[in-house]
């Protein structure tokens, strides 16, 4: 019942679980990915400062005044635009309250946690003299790290996934998990759990599995291929915030493209909220580099950090 298989590709995990427990408390994976997700965040980031001439002390001072804000924003984002799943219903104030805090079972949107984080970068580069496109330079390839890390959270929660699909790469759920768990009802209400899937039951390994798109792991893997284009970009960006624009662009092609297979997305209306987000994302990118590149065939000399061999770095205040 706990299993999460691949059987086109004949890989199985015939028993996974949310979480792990230690001294009676029940620690969840996605609890673990997430904080894993902002140590790899803040060291690759403080890598990057480094090779710009750069203090990375300043980064992981940037990340420690984040992680609140980021959390918070993530999931004031989720509760927003979801809010019918944690208001009314006969709840009382005290079971309402418990749930907009509870996240144990997941519940962090990407995008609310970008704003918030980037309302937080512009606090803190003021602080410390840090412009905001050099800060996004910086910080694009960590960020883009630790949201791939972040998407086996939704692996070990059985969430943000595609709806029904019977190809090669398809993910196989027991139906009985959800049921178990008190959620299968819910889920098919809210069309995640999808008729379609529901009538096109799957046996792997003697149990009635629901099929669907590996969503979270598409997202992983378009996610994984930016930071390479990053990683061999980098050295050649043309003015400071290349690589944020590129990050912001590929990213949103990303969400957008992924977000189209989900059939457990945010909506406003008939729209899904992230694919809305991912187009303003796109067109913003795509006019802002036009804007620089214009300048710079025009002779305007823009501001570069480049990336360089490491500097020694005098953080002595």
Not at 43 to 67: C, H, T, W
Not at 82 to 88: Q, T
Not at 155 to 176: H, K, T, V
Request: charge should be positive; hydrophobic fraction near 45%; proline fraction near 4%.
């Amino acid at each position: 019942m706990n299993g999460i298989y691949f059987p086109g590709i004949g890989i199985s995990f015939p028993n996974v679980s949310s979480g792990i427990t230690i001294f009676g408390f029940e620690i969840k994976f996605y609890a673990i990915v997430i904080t894993l997700g902002f140590v790899f965040a803040t060291l690759i980031s403080q890598r990057e400062a480094k090779l710009s001439g750069q203090n990375p002390e300043d980064y992981l001072d940037f990340v420690l005044a984040m992680v609140i804000p980021v959390i918070i924003g993530a999931r004031l984002y989720y509760i927003i635009f979801n809010h019918e799943s944690f208001f009314g219903g006969g709840k009382t104030a005290w079971q309402t309250f418990v749930g907009l805090i509870n996240l144990r079972n997941g519940g962090l949107a990407i995008y609310g946690g970008l704003i918030a984080g980037t309302i937080t970068a512009i606090i803190f580069g003021k602080k410390k003299k840090i412009t905001m496109p050099l800060m996004w330079d910086t910080v694009s390839m960590g960020v883009l790290f630790g949201q791939m890390l972040g998407r086996w959270g939704n692996f070990f929660n059985r969430e943000c996934y595609g709806g029904y699909y019977n190809g090669l790469f398809r993910m196989a759920i027991p139906y009985d998990y959800f049921v178990e768990k008190g959620s299968a009802q819910y889920l098919q209400n809210a069309n995640v759990i999808t008729p379609e899937m529901l009538s096109n039951m799957e046996v792997v390994n003697g149990q009635q599995c629901i099929t669907m798109h590996p969503a979270f792991l598409y997202e992983g893997v378009l996610n994984l291929l930016i930071i390479v284009f990053i990683l061999l970009y980098r050295r050649h960006k043309k003015y400071d915030g290349e690589i944020g624009l590129i990050y912001m662009m590929g990213y949103g092609i990303c969400r957008f493209i992924v977000e189209a297979l989900r059939t457990d997305s945010l909506m406003i209306g008939p729209l899904k909220i992230s694919q809305v987000v991912a187009l303003g994302c796109i067109i913003l990118a795509a006019g802002l580099m036009i804007y620089n590149r214009v300048r710079i065939a025009k002779g305007i000399e823009p501001k570069l950090h480049p990336i360089t061999k490491p500097q020694k770095i005098d953080t002595k205040e």
